[in-house]
C-alpha cells in the first residue's frame, strides 16, 4: 500500500462538526484494530450503561453524567432532566439581568467584573475555556483565586480593589468544604470588609444543594445559588454551572459551547470505531501504553488562545486515570501523565528531549486552521506568519515520527465556543472508553482526599506547636515540641519553619552548623 493510500485509510473526518483527526502516526495498523475488537466493543458498551445511568463511580455509588449536561433529554429521569434545564434557564436569566443592570452591586453600579473563586476542577476548565475564547468584545473580566496562596490572591485583589464595588465574586465548591475555596472565601470577604461593603451583596455560590457553603450562602444572605450535582465530577464539571455562570457573565457563547460537545459525544457514540474520534483516541492511548500506563501524553496546541488545554487535560486525564487499584482491588498503579503548552514555543524548549529522548511519549497536535480575523500581511517567502506557524507544526510532527514517536493530530476549522466544546468532549469520552479498558474507576480521586486529610492533621499540629510555645515561652527545638506533642519531629520543624517566617508572636533562632536544631520560641 502506498504512502497516500495509508494517509487516506488514517484520516477521520465529521462532516456534521468539520473535526478531523489524523492517526496514521500511532501504529493503529489493521491487524491490533482487529485484535482490539472485543475489548473495545466491551468498552463501548460500558459507556452506554453509563449513559444511561448506570453506576458507573461505584466506591461512591454513584451514577457519572457529564454527557447529560450538554443533552439533558438523555438523562435517565425526567426529573434530572428537568433539573438540568432549570439550572440552565436560571444562569441565564441571571446573567441577563446582570448584564442588563438589572442587579446591580451594593452602590447601585453595574458589575464589570467576576471574580471566580474555585480550585481544581472548579477553576481549571472555566479557567482554560475563558481565556480561549476571550475577545476584547467581552461584556466582562474574568479572574479566578485558583490557589490557597496568599501572594497569589493579592495580587488578584490588587486587579480589581479599584473596581470592587463594581465586581463580583463567585465561590465554587462541589462539597461546600473544600479548604482552599473557603480560604479564598474568607479572604475575598475580608477585601470586601476593609473597603467598607458588604461581601453578601456581591457573592454567588454554585455548590451542591444543602452544603455547609450552600447554608452559609442562605444564611448571609448572597445573591444567588446556582446547583452542583454527585453525578459531575469537578474535573468534568465545566459545562455545569461552575463553568457556565462564568463563562456567560464573560459574554462567552455557552449554547454553542453546549452544542459543540453535543455534536461530538455522538460521533463518540459510532459503533463503527473508526469513525470516532475519541474510541480512536482511546485505542491509540492504549496502543502506546500496552494498557499498562507509564507513558506521556504531550497535548501541542498550535495557537495561542488554547495554551491552558495541556493544564485543564492534565487533571482530567491525570486525576481520572492515575490509579493504585483497579476495579477488582488488585494493584496497578495506572496513569497516563500530561505535559505541553503551545507550538512552536515548545519547539524552543522541550521538543528536543521529544525528539531525541527516551521512547515513553507521544504527541498530540491540536491544529487550528484560521488564522485570525481579517487577512494576513505577508512576513517572508511568499509566506504569512499563520503559514509558518502550521509549517513548523507539520516539520516537529515529521521530525518525531522520523526519530520513531507516536503522533496524531486534531484538527478544528478555527477557535470557537463550538469548537472548544468539541475538543473537551473529545479527550472526556476517550479517558472513560480507556478507562474501561483499563477496567479502573476513573471517576473518584482517593490519592487527592488522603492528602487532604493529611494537611488537616498537620493544621491541628501546626495549631498545637504555636500554643506549646506561647505557653512555655522557652526555646524548643523541633524534637523536644515533638515529643511533648506525640508528632513527627519532622512535620513539626517543616511546619515551624514556615510559621516562624510569618506569625509574629513567634521567632526561630537558627543554629548556623545544623539548621535542624535551630530552636523556637514565643517572642
Known amino acids: 500500500m502506498d504512502d497516500w493510500t495509508m494517509f487516506k485509510n488514517t484520516v477521520l473526518y465529521a462532516e456534521k462538526t468539520k473535526l478531523m483527526m489524523e492517526w496514521g502516526g500511532m501504529d493503529l495498523n489493521d491487524e491490533y484494530i482487529f485484535s482490539m475488537e472485543r475489548k473495545m466493543n466491551t468498552a463501548m458498551k460500558a459507556m452506554r450503561e453509563l449513559e444511561a445511568g448506570a453506576i458507573a463511580n461505584p466506591d461512591e455509588e454513584r451514577m457519572v453524567g457529564h454527557y447529560w449536561l450538554r443533552a439533558p433529554k438523555l438523562a435517565p429521569t425526567p426529573e434530572l432532566t428537568e433539573e438540568i434545564e432549570s439550572c440552565l434557564t436560571r444562569v441565564k436569566a441571571f446573567v441577563k439581568d446582570v448584564h442588563e443592570g438589572k442587579i446591580l452591586s451594593e452602590c447601585g453600579k453595574p458589575f464589570k467584573n467576576v471574580l471566580v473563586g474555585g480550585i481544581g476542577g472548579s477553576s481549571l476548565g472555566p479557567l482554560f475555556v475563558s481565556k480561549a475564547l476571550s475577545t476584547p468584545a467581552d461584556k466582562m473580566k474574568l479572574y479566578f483565586l485558583d490557589n490557597t496562596d496568599p501572594a497569589g490572591m493579592d495580587a488578584i485583589f490588587r486587579a480589581v480593589e479599584p473596581e470592587l464595588d463594581e465586581t463580583l465574586t463567585i465561590i465554587i465548591s462541589k462539597s461546600g468544604g473544600t479548604v482552599e475555596t473557603r480560604n479564598c472565601q474568607m479572604e475575598a470577604k475580608a477585601v470586601y470588609a476593609a473597603h467598607g461593603l458588604d461581601f453578601a451583596k456581591h457573592f454567588v455560590t454554585v455548590t451542591g444543594e444543602g452544603s455547609k457553603l450552600d447554608n452559609t450562602a442562605v444564611s448571609e444572605g448572597w445573591l444567588a445559588r446556582f446547583p452542583m450535582w454527585d453525578w459531575v465530577g469537578g474535573r468534568t464539571s465545566v459545562m455545569s454551572a461552575v463553568g457556565l455562570l462564568p463563562l456567560a457573565l464573560q459574554g462567552i457563547d455557552i449554547d ?115 488564522d485570525r480575523d481579517g487577512q494576513s500581511v505577508t512576513v ?31 484538527t478544528v476549522p478555527e477557535v470557537n465556543a463550538y469548537n472548544v466544546g468539541q475538543l473537551i468532549a473529545i479527550w472526556e469520552r476517550a479517558v472513560g472508553i480507556y478507562a474501561q479498558l483499563i477496567h479502573i474507576n476513573a471517576y473518584h480521586q482517593p490519592a487527592v482526599e488522603y492528602g487532604k486529610k493529611c494537611a488537616g492533621v498537620l493544621i491541628d499540629i501546626k495549631n498545637r506547636a504555636r500554643a506549646l510555645l506561647l505557653e512555655k515561652k522557652a526555646p524548643m527545638t523541633a524534637p523536644e515540641i515533638a515529643e511533648a506533642l506525640n508528632a513527627d519531629a519532622r512535620d513539626v520543624f517543616r511546619l515551624l519553619l514556615h510559621l516562624t517566617a510569618n506569625d509574629p508572636a513567634l521567632t526561630m533562632t537558627v543554629d548556623p552548623e545544623d539548621i535542624t536544631e535551630s530552636t523556637f520560641a514565643a517572642k
Open 256 to 370: 454553542g459551547f453546549l452544542k459543540g460537545a453535543a455534536d461530538c459525544d455522538e460521533l463518540g457514540r459510532q459503533p463503527n470505531l473508526l469513525e470516532n474520534p475519541a474510541a480512536v483516541m482511546a485505542l491509540a492511548w492504549y496502543r502506546v501504553s500496552g494498557g499498562q500506563g507509564g507513558v506521556t501524553q504531550v497535548v501541542l496546541p498550535y495557537k495561542d488562545s488554547l495554551d491552558l488545554l495541556a493544564k485543564y487535560l492534565q487533571q482530567l486525564v491525570m486525576e481520572s486515570l492515575g490509579k493504585e487499584l483497579d476495579l477488582d482491588g488488585n494493584k496497578v498503579n495506572q496513569g497516563l501523565a500530561v505535559m505541553g503548552n503551545k507550538g512552536t514555543s515548545d519547539q524552543h524548549s522541550y521538543v528536543q528531549q521529544l525528539v531525541g529522548g527516551p521512547a515513553n511519549i507521544f504527541v498530540i497536535f491540536v491544529q487550528v486552521l484560521k
Open 380 to 410: 517572508g517567502e511568499d509566506s504569512t506568519s499563520g503559514d509558518y506557524l502550521n509549517a513548523f507544526m507539520l516539520g516537529t510532527k515529521k521530525n518525531l515520527e522520523d526519530h520513531g514517536k507516536k503522533t496524531m493530530t486534531v
